[in-house]
């Protein structure tokens, strides 16, 4: 039975629709498996669509051409095409609550490129060369002093992180000394207790590292290093109605520290945390 070849519609699946009434019953159980397999299709060739059908490739390759396409080639890049496009986001309204959020966090990316590096690489030689790296944040500050201790292990040993109230648990930093280094978070409003530690290890002749949001902060005096994010610390009444300091800068800092870190000491700790994950089957993938 001969068939008119449909003309080009504004999408794949149209085609499919409008070709339905006069499909043979192999077309129909091409378009459907196709339809079921849509986002697998940019990387199926014909051989493999028909065998899952269970037609021959030359079927494949007829129902494109009876759709308007050349062959299937011209209708999977039209697919590819299409799948793209449907996966790009919608853009936010620029006045929205979320867009304001994220323009904000981008401006203060954009403004640590213009950050010199010789600070960082001056803290990353003190990285690298410490008998032990202890870390400290509290509250605001804990998350970033946590992801940064775990990333930091994970390419040397001794880094310790801290916890709250570390100044009455001795037994945290007991023996700590010169050749040691605190590397302690704190923005505005400043935790007491970091503040506390940064003073009971200054007396142990600990160097400190400060990673804030201001040159005047707690201990920034007595540091041998200051690194200071652009990331505003957020006054009470701030904080009352929903305006919190971002946690992005201190952690994309840390990450950068890290990565600075494996150029100084190599990869051999950190391919031998991975050989431990695998043979514990810690992820699932």
């Given at each position: 039975?001969?068939?008119?070849t449909?003309?080009?519609?504004s999408s794949?699946?149209?085609?499919?629709d409008?070709?339905?009434?006069?499909?043979?019953?192999?077309?129909?159980?091409?378009?459907?498996?196709?339809?079921?397999?849509?986002?697998?299709?940019?990387?199926?060739?014909?051989?493999?669509?028909?065998?899952?059908?269970?037609?021959?490739?030359?079927?494949?390759?007829r129902?494109?051409?009876r759709?308007?396409?050349?062959?299937?080639?011209d209708?999977?890049?039209?697919?590819?095409?299409?799948l793209?496009?449907?996966?790009?986001?919608?853009?936010?309204?620029?006045?929205?609550?979320?867009?304001?959020?994220?323009?904000?966090?981008?401006?203060?990316?954009g403004?640590?490129?213009?950050?010199?590096?010789?600070?960082?690489?001056?803290?990353?030689?003190?990285?690298?060369?410490?008998?032990?790296?202890?870390?400290?944040?509290?509250?605001?500050?804990?998350a970033?002093?946590?992801?940064?201790?775990?990333?930091?292990?994970?390419?040397?040993?001794?880094?310790?992180?801290?916890?709250?109230?570390?100044?009455?648990?001795p037994?945290?930093?007991?023996?700590?000394?010169?050749?040691?280094?605190?590397?302690?978070?704190?923005?505005?409003?400043?935790?007491?207790?970091?503040?506390?530690?940064?003073?009971q290890?200054?007396q142990?002749?600990?160097?400190?590292?400060?990673?804030?949001?201001?040159?005047?902060?707690?201990?920034?005096?007595?540091?041998?290093?200051?690194?200071?994010?652009?990331?505003?610390?957020?006054?009470?009444?701030?904080?009352?109605?929903?305006?919190f300091?971002?946690?992005?800068?201190?952690?994309?800092?840390?990450?950068?520290?890290?990565?600075?870190?494996?150029?100084?000491l190599?990869?051999?700790r950190?391919?031998?945390?991975?050989?431990?994950?695998?043979?514990?089957?810690?992820?699932?993938?």
């Open positions: 039975m001969a068939h008119q449909a003309q080009p519609h794949v699946i149209e085609t499919f409008a070709a339905q009434n006069g499909a043979t019953q192999t077309e129909r159980r091409l378009m459907a498996h196709m339809r079921a397999i849509w986002d697998e299709l940019p990387l199926m060739n014909a051989a493999e669509l028909a065998h899952d059908v269970g037609v021959n490739p030359s079927s494949v390759t129902l494109a051409q759709l308007g396409y050349r062959g299937y080639p209708m999977q890049r039209v697919i590819r095409t299409e793209r496009g449907r996966h790009v986001p919608t853009a936010l309204p620029a006045d929205s609550q979320a867009a304001v959020h994220w323009q904000r966090e981008l401006d203060l990316l403004q640590m490129q213009r950050f010199p590096e010789k600070p960082l690489d001056d803290l990353v030689t003190h990285l690298a060369g410490a008998r032990q790296v202890f870390v400290a944040g509290t509250r605001g500050s804990a970033a002093a946590a992801y940064c201790a775990y990333l930091w292990s994970t390419v040397r040993p001794g880094v310790t992180l801290l916890q709250e109230h570390a100044v009455g648990a037994e945290q930093w007991m023996g700590a000394g010169a050749g040691d280094l605190l590397v302690a978070f704190t923005v505005k409003r400043y935790a007491q207790a970091t503040s506390q530690l940064i003073g290890l200054l142990e002749q600990v160097p400190v590292a400060l990673i804030t949001d201001s040159a005047q902060a707690p201990g920034a005096r007595q540091a041998s290093h200051v690194i200071v994010l652009p990331t505003r610390g957020a006054e009470a009444d701030q904080l009352t109605s929903g305006r300091a971002s946690a992005t800068l201190p952690s994309s800092l840390g990450m950068l520290l890290a990565s600075k870190l494996v150029d100084r190599g990869t051999a950190l391919e031998a945390i991975e050989r431990q994950f695998e043979e514990q089957d810690v992820f699932s993938y």
